[in-house]
């Protein structure tokens, strides 16, 4: 009798504390390529041992196996080849579910199972219900305590050289160890490479020189990536500020449960993959004109290097460290390219702007709240669906909770009682869209405006200043009609126009007026379809806070191509 063909399912746990713990570029590189090199060598044994590997990228296997004994097989297999990996890394396995007639049921039993064992902590597949969870937290004051993650214990000491006068020790758990030495492997590797020694090894986000090989028709483009983040902040402008951006694609998990067959899904996952990497690769060329080959000329030089690195990248999930000034036309392109290429799927990102030394794991989990936000304005204006953008500058004053800092940008018309169901003003246009449509302001037209108004020359305390009479409490003030104060908004933003340009004989303001009122009606404010209570979103506020981090080149529309 036939073995029953069943699904079975790995994710490993806590990834991203996996992958962003450490508070140096290095180890979250390796923990990265590590987390590449499971997939990959757990894809290549399983398939040695003819078992159906449906998907593998990102710490998670989706396989088929024929009855229990199999899946138990192959659940050790692939324990082991994490564990070996990783140290103290742990993965959860789902329930082998029997396939039967419908696939996408099996798919949605398969999940449910995973997150059950996931919340039990244990791994029934492997007949093991003990807790599974990561590395204690080990509080013994006389021991050293790791200085890359600080949450293990450290087994060894190395000195690191930083600069020609500069030696620092460091003390490394054995995870952490593991991540810098994938990291050296990989830079090893790359330098033989160099040398001419060995052909086609795993670089960090090789698809990116593939594509630029492509377009300048060359074999050899192999642009090096910055070290720590301040390579990446010395590079920026202004600098000592990076960019982080955290993309994830929309209702991704719904488009694959709908997949009938393992073939259907393993297509359909591969051409998220397939448009994730063009839609970067391309991306990232036009951000930092590597089209031309004079820029690329730059970048190529002895002890040169892109600044930017990939540090996830797996399927449709994707975390990418640049400097300040791109992170947000990177995200802006790449988000509208994802669904040029396939109209039928969309990404969106939280884009964060921050000082260098901020630990990245703060700035990861304000990206993911910023995702979060974005993806409310995923929408579909005809045929190609768009992807939503929001972003946020860290300064020290401003808070590090995103609903309270929007809660803070809101007006609600004092008319109303209860303010739920209350008419508001709301002093920023976040979440952008990606792709331009009725009523809808891209965060391409934001950031195009300002770097128009900044190669007008156009200070950032004049725009400043125009907040300043825009003030909120003044336009929503208590005694006057919500309404009336909105009109007062505009009255107030044209006369200081005018004023403007009377005395500096420069119309741009009038411009940024025109631009962001472009899908307003001519209003500064715009009003979005179909939402009750009614909103009123105001842009100003949002250029004021980018301004800095808008070069001038982004003005021209050759820039966006
Ligand atoms: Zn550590």
Redesign the pocket.
């Known amino acids: 009798m036939p073995k029953e063909k069943m699904l079975l399912v790995a994710d490993a746990d806590r990834i991203q504390d996996y992958l962003f713990e ?1 508070v140096n570029l290095k180890e979250i590189m390796g923990a990265s390529l590590l987390i590449n090199r499971f997939n990959k060598i757990a894809e290549k044994t399983l398939k040695a041992a003819n078992y159906q590997v449906i998907y593998s990228a990102g710490g998670v296997v989706r396989l088929m196996v024929e009855g229990k004994e199999e899946a138990r097989q192959a659940a050790g297999v692939i324990e082991n080849i994490y564990q070996s990996l990783t140290k103290t890394g742990t993965i959860s396995f789902s329930r082998a579910i029997p396939l039967g007639a419908d696939f996408s049921k099996a798919n949605l039993e398969v999940e449910r199972s995973l997150r059950e064992n996931k919340d039990r902590g244990g791994s029934p597949v492997l007949g093991k219900n003990e807790g599974r969870s990561p590395a204690m937290l080990l509080s013994w004051p006389y021991l050293a305590h ?1 200085t ?2 600080g ?2 214990p450290a087994n060894t000491t190395e000195w690191v050289r930083y600069s020609l006068t500069e030696i620092k020790s460091e003390s ?2 054995t ?2 160890q593991a991540k810098r030495e994938a990291y050296r492997q990989a830079k090893r590797r790359k330098e033989k490479k160099k040398e001419g020694q060995q052909k086609n090894l795993t670089l960090f986000y090789p698809e990116l020189n593939h594509y630029l090989n492509e377009i300048h028709h060359r074999e050899d483009i192999d642009l090096e990536n910055p070290e720590d983040f301040g390579d990446v902040g010395s590079r920026s402008h202004p600098s000592g500020y990076v960019g982080f951006i955290v993309a994830d694609g929309n209702r991704m998990g719904q488009k694959l449960g709908k997949c009938r067959s393992p073939e259907e899904y393993h297509d359909l996952s591969q051409k998220i993959i397939d448009t994730t990497n063009q839609a970067l690769s391309k991306a990232i060329t036009l951000t930092f004109d590597l089209n031309h080959p004079q820029t690329l000329q730059k970048y190529e030089k002895e002890g040169e290097y892109l600044p930017l690195q990939v540090l996830v990248m797996g399927g449709d999930d994707l975390v990418i460290v640049t400097t300040a000034d791109t992170a947000l036309p990177l995200a802006s392109l790449f988000c509208r390219l994802y669904s040029e290429i396939s109209p039928d799927l969309s990404i969106s990102a939280g884009v964060v702007l921050a000082k260098e030394n901020l630990p990245f794991l703060i700035s990861h989990e304000l990206a993911h709240a910023l995702l979060k936000s974005a993806k409310k304005s995923n929408y579909t204006p005809g045929k190609i669906e768009s992807g939503g953008l929001d972003f946020q500058v860290i300064t020290a004053s401003n808070a590090l909770q995103l609903e309270n800092t929007r809660q803070e940008m809101t007006y609600f018309n004092p008319s109303h009682v209860n303010s739920d169901t209350a008419e508001r003003l709301v002093f920023t246009a976040r979440p952008y869209v990606a792709t331009a449509g009725p009523k809808r302001v891209t965060l391409q037209d934001l950031l195009q405006t300002v770097a128009q108004l900044k190669k007008a020359e156009m200070p950032r305390s004049q725009l400043a200043n125009l907040y300043e009479l825009l003030n909120p409490t003044y336009a929503a003030g208590s005694s006057t009609e919500f309404e009336k104060a909105c009109q007062h908004l505009d009255r107030e933003y044209y006369r200081l126009v005018n004023r403007l340009s009377v005395k500096n004989t420069w119309h741009k303001l009038e411009e940024l007026g025109e631009c962001l009122g472009q899908r307003s009606d001519g209003h500064l404010y715009i009003e979005l379809p179909n939402l009750t209570p009614l909103e009123r979103r105001v842009l100003v506020a949002d250029a004021i806070e980018v301004y800095e981090f808008v070069p001038v080149e982004w003005a021209e529309d050759n820039r966006w191509k």
Do not use: G, N, Q
Request: include cysteine; aromatic fraction near 0%; glycine fraction near 0%.
């Open positions: 450490s790791c890359a993650c949450l293990r490394l758990c995870t952490c």
